[in-house]
């Protein structure tokens, strides 16, 4: 995983840090990071992005307008949530999911299905 650049989408503060910190222990490098759908959306143009992490709810907002943006793009897709399979839309369900709380290792175990699925 070293050297891959991750897109961070997650708007709780804390959880946020914390996973910049998780990624930097995997070796990875910050593509950038948002707490909102619109600020995340605004990056995704500008920055070379070899795979993300994405929160599915963002407050208001859900991250699905990225989700698509990112897959047009062939970018590799990991989601994060607190809900189970419950809380993620069924045309999104194929992707690796993360149920919060989780560790280094399964964070790095998605990361690695995310992308070993885009090199197939």
């Not at 909102?36 to 995704?44: E, F, K, M, T, Y």
Request: net charge negative; aromatic share 4%; glycine share 6%.
């Amino acid at each position: 995983m070293k050297g891959l650049r991750i897109l961070l989408v997650e708007d709780e503060f804390i959880i946020l840090v914390m996973l910049e910190d998780m990624l930097a222990e995997l070796g990875c490098e910050l593509a950038g990071s948002a707490s909102r759908l619109s600020d995340a959306l605004a990056i995704v143009p500008h920055s070379a992005i070899d795979a993300a992490v994405l929160d599915i709810n963002l407050g208001a907002d859900t991250v699905y307008p990225l989700a698509e943006a990112l897959a047009a793009q062939n970018v590799p897709i990991v989601f994060s949530t607190g809900y189970g399979l419950v809380g993620i839309s069924d045309a999104w369900k194929s992707r690796p999911i993360l149920q919060k709380p989780y560790q280094l290792d399964q964070l790095a175990a998605a990361l690695t299905a995310a992308t070993a699925a885009r090199s197939s």
